[in-house]
Structures are given as C-alpha cells and as structure tokens.
C-alpha cells in the first residue's frame, strides 16, 4: 500500500532561516511522483514543487529545494531565508501512475516563522 | 481564468438532508477527483473518476456518491448527511502543465452537518 509520512505536526523558525519539513513514503511502484503543497489559513492549495522518480537531480523552485533520498524513501523540503508568509499547513503527497493518478497526503506540518 | 471551480463554498445541513456538490474543470483535464480534509489530517480521497464516464472509489467513500456528467464536470452526493461528514472538501483535476503532472484544486466547499 502507498503511504506518506510527516512526523512533524508542528515546526517553529525564526525569520530568515532555513527550516526542512520531513517526509517519507513507501511504495512498491517503480514510477512516482512527489509533490508540495502550501496551504495557508485562507485554505487554498498551492503547488510548490515536483520530483519525479527518475530525476537524478533535486528539484529546485526559488527558495524551496527537495532533498530526494531515494534509497531512504525520503522527500524533504527545504525553505531557505523563511518570511513571515511561510508560515501555513505543508503537505506532501505522492502521486500514482495508476488508479487515475490519484494523489496521497500526508497529514501535514503546521510551519509557523517567527519574526 | 482557467481552473477548478467549487459551488458552493459554505453549507450547513442538518442530519439525514441531502446535497450535491459541484465541480467543473476548464482545463481540459482528464482526471477529476474528490478529497475532504478534517482537521489535524491531511486530504482523504473520497471517489476519482479517471476518465469520462469512469468513476471508482477512493479511501473514505462512504456515504457518498459521484457522478462524471461530462468531461468537465464531477458531482459529490450526500444522500443523508451525517455530522461526521462535516468537513472542508475539495475537488481537483489533474492534467499536465508543461512538463510537469500538474494538479489544480478548487477552493474548497465547507460543509457542516448538525
């Protein structure tokens, strides 16, 4: 069965650091997709960033970076210089190549940034 | 502008009514999906319909039902609604943008039973 993990139900940082919000998965399928998403009090879904399975790269958008540990099963984001506007729920979700492409989430990480 | 648009975005019932929520996509997309989010959790799927004219259950299917009008459209029934329903739902499609799967949410539909 597939699976997403965030241990970290909530996560402080001081303005203009860097914070790292974890996630694991579990999958047997060779073909995934791992997403960000930001969701700010007002509640909406913002897409942050992607990796697909077979980047050999880190995927990078701005000040977000993933740290992609296939090997561990590991999906990190990285926000560096965090802004007061970072602070919001942050979910990680896989993405299956079958069953219609549905997405899983995980249950999330309250990030709130400290001026 | 292109997108995921939600009816209604506030609802109260109370316990054993009935309701349809509406979703409509302008994307294209063929992909439709239907999640609720409780608080504390994160996003549930409820029904995904890969296709026009496919519909299949998700994780948390019950009390509910779909209906893929058309390519834009997905519909999510309560036909007695119940307090444990009462939850923020969101509708989604999913297509590709660029060169990324792209996932597109509407704003979401607050449903409170009593």
């Known amino acids: 069965a597939q699976k997403i993990t965030q241990t970290q139900p909530g996560m402080f940082v001081q303005e203009k650091e860097a914070v790292t919000l974890d996630c694991t998965y579990d999958?047997?399928?060779?073909?995934?997709?791992l997403f960000w998403y930001k969701q700010p009090s007002s509640g909406e879904m913002i897409f942050l960033i992607y990796q697909g399975s077979y980047d050999e790269q880190n995927a990078t958008e701005g000040r977000y970076s993933l740290n992609f540990q296939k090997a561990r099963k590991s999906a990190n984001l990285v926000i560096s210089a965090s802004q007061l506007g970072d602070s919001a729920m942050y979910f990680c979700?896989?993405?299956?190549?079958?069953?219609?492409?549905?997405?899983?989430f995980g249950q999330g990480t309250e990030l709130s940034v400290k001026p | 502008n292109a997108g995921v648009t939600q009816t209604p975005k506030f609802q109260v019932l109370k316990t054993g009514q009935s309701m349809t929520l509406q979703c409509a996509q302008d994307m294209n997309h063929n992909s439709m999906y239907w999640y609720r989010q409780d608080p504390g959790m994160g996003l549930r799927l409820i029904y995904y319909s890969a296709s026009e004219g496919t519909t299949d259950k998700g994780e948390v299917p019950n009390g509910y039902n779909v209906s893929r009008l058309n390519k834009r459209e997905f519909s999510l029934r309560l036909e007695s609604a119940a307090p444990s329903q009462t939850s923020v739902y969101f509708c989604?499609?999913?297509?590709?943008?660029?060169?990324?799967?792209?996932?597109?949410f509407g704003s979401g539909t607050r449903l409170t039973v009593v």
């Open positions: 979700a896989m993405r299956t190549y079958n069953q219609g492409g549905k997405l899983i």
């Open positions: 999958t047997s399928d060779q073909s995934y997709g």
């Open positions: 989604a499609s999913s297509g590709r943008t660029g060169h990324l799967p792209g996932y597109t």
